[in-house]
């Protein structure tokens, strides 16, 4: 895979440095770190010591310093390849992926330098200087890095990368937020059944090797696979057919888990009927195994029960008990319940897809309680019409993976996409009537707060506005609870295309909170005498 990267100057992309502030803030924005902890050495040689007499010893306020963002950001899609035919009309392939990348950091006392660079390393193809600022890539050809640089505190940094396929088998918007390396994901989406295929995506940003083992679930519980353990290497990707590994599966959840380093995962689900395209989408990773589950971002087109085109809910209890998951669907007025979905019994193991035809058109999140731990993500489609040689209307296709509820997040917007904000009031239950509090601010090509405005929403409710609307201009959206009912957010994407709309869903990049002061104690065991 080559890694080259026409990058054109775009606003913001260098600049002299600017002071640390945040203009116009009602709210100082706080970042940090993940803070090692502090233990004694000598626990057991300290059993062989004489003791002494107990005494007070000193605390000490120790600061620690903030560190870098790390993002690892997709290339194009994976494209089928050429028919051997030599007939164009069969191309499954007609056009290339117009693919880009959108890196911000916002102005404050965390706006360090930023740098986008190959993942193999190499020139970086954007800098900005410390104090904030946005870059636009363009014909990106391969997976990027992003790197965000501290200053007094942790930076406030995203990015999002997004390939745009117009026509053939890969048609669709596959968008993502660039996401930090991780050694245990849940990947829940996509099928290797007819008509599907999925490849599970693999990169490594880091120095060292790292070693990748999969855990793959079906229908019918986990899945035998040819090959379970992978070996990527430092700035590589590396690429499982899914369809080899796991063949024949109608519904999907693979669960990654890496030792000796870390990787970002996705995978890239593409669906066809027949001839015709049905959607091309990335398949991101959720939440860890939780008792409760939230997925935002289901932008709804009514449809009938039992119609092919209708949202799903997808489910897994990874452990070894049974359970009932509970789903409650939280509209723009409330709460409302789908015969045959609000309670689904799930089998140990085993993948379950629920239709969630009828529900009325609109913007939904999902709720699902359960007993045991429990994995979920949903999925929507959008109907167009058929193209010059499709038997049946085209479909696209946007996976929303679950969340975490109360992320202080950002979400980088790719330019020339329409975004639409989404919050959902999470409420202990339907009864709950006490509301959401957030701050939304809307950042500038300098990273600037272009503007910050109050968000409201009742308890089991969704709330959605369109970008355009609420923060024109607008590259970057940053959204930071306030308190009251917990809430879930992302932002939806779409292009509008003469043969159907084509859709996906970002979830926030989270915002780590300030460097703080831990205070550390001397071991007493180690002052013995």
């Known amino acids: 895979m080559t890694h080259e990267t026409t990058a054109p100057e775009p606003e913001g992309t260098t600049r002299r440095e600017r002071p640390a502030r945040r203009g116009g803030r009602a709210l100082r924005i ?21 003791t002494a007499d107990a005494r007070a010893l000193p605390a000490v306020d120790v600061e620690v310093a903030p560190t870098p963002v790390t993002l690892e950001c997709p290339g194009p899609v994976l494209l089928p390849q050429r028919t051997v035919r030599g007939d164009a009309a069969f191309d499954p392939a007609p056009v290339a992926p117009v693919v ?20 193999g390393g190499g020139t970086a193809l954007a800098d900005l200087v410390a104090g904030g600022g946005a870059a636009h890539l363009a014909d990106v050809a391969g997976p990027l890095v992003v790197r965000a640089e501290p200053r007094d505190d ?121 001839f015709t395209p049905a959607g091309t989408d990335l398949v991101v990773p959720g939440a860890a195994p939780a008792a409760r589950q939230v997925v935002t971002g289901l932008d709804v087109e009514a449809s009938a029960v039992g119609a092919s ?31 045959g979905a609000d309670e689904v019994p799930l089998a140990p193991g085993e993948v379950v897809d629920v239709p969630l035809g009828g529900l009325p058109a609109g913007t939904w999140t999902a709720v699902v309680d359960a ?18 040689l499709d038997d ?17 997040g950002v979400v980088a917007l790719p330019r020339g996409i329409a975004a639409r904000l989404v919050v959902a009031a999470v409420g202990q239950d339907d009864e709950d009537r006490s509301r959401t509090r957030a701050t939304l601010r809307a950042l500038d090509r300098d990273g600037a707060v272009l503007s910050e405005v109050p968000v409201t929403v009742d308890a089991g409710t969704t709330g959605a506005w369109d970008v355009a609307d609420v923060a024109a201009g607008a590259v970057a959206l940053e959204l930071e ?32 909170g300030r460097a703080k002061d831990r205070t550390v104690r001397e071991d007493p065991a180690a002052a013995r005498g």
């Open 154 to 274: 942790a930076p406030v940094a995203a990015a999002t990368g997004a390939s745009v396929v117009t026509d053939g088998d890969a048609r669709g918007l596959a968008a993502a937020s660039c996401r930090a390396p991780s050694s245990d994901d849940w990947l829940v989406g996509g099928a290797t059944g007819i008509g599907s295929t999925s490849t599970l995506v693999l990169s490594n940003p880091g120095l060292t090797a790292a070693q990748v083992t999969l855990e793959v679930f079906g229908p019918n519980g986990p899945v035998e696979q040819t090959t379970a353990q992978h070996v990527v290497g430092p700035g590589a990707t590396r690429t499982v057919d899914l369809g080899g590994t796991a063949a024949g599966q109608s519904a999907l959840v693979v669960h990654v888990t890496v030792a000796g380093g870390q990787v970002a995962a996705r995978v890239q689900d593409t669906a066809v009927l027949g």
């Open 30 to 50: 706080v970042s940090g770190v993940a803070v090692l902890g502090l233990t004694a050495g000598a626990v057991v040689a300290g059993t062989q010591l004489g």
């Open 392 to 408: 049946e209307a085209r479909v696209e296709r946007a996976w929303s993976a679950s969340t975490a509820t109360d992320v202080h």
């Open 309 to 339: 085109d209708a949202p799903v809910l997808r489910l897994l209890a990874p452990g070894d008990a049974a359970t009932t998951a509970r789903v409650s669907l939280l509209g723009a007025d409330g709460p409302v319940a789908l015969p």
């Open 481 to 512: 609870p306030d308190g009251g009912t917990p809430l879930a957010w992302g932002v939806t994407l779409t292009v509008a295309q003469a043969d159907g709309d084509l859709v996906a869903v970002l979830d926030p990049v989270p915002v780590n």
């Open 371 to 388: 007993d045991v731990p429990v994995v979920a993500a949903a999925v929507v489609s959008r109907s167009g019409v058929p193209g010059a």
């Open 100 to 119: 880009t990348v959108d890196a911000v950091t916002a102005e404050g006392s965390g706006a360090g330098a930023l740098a986008v660079a190959p993942l």
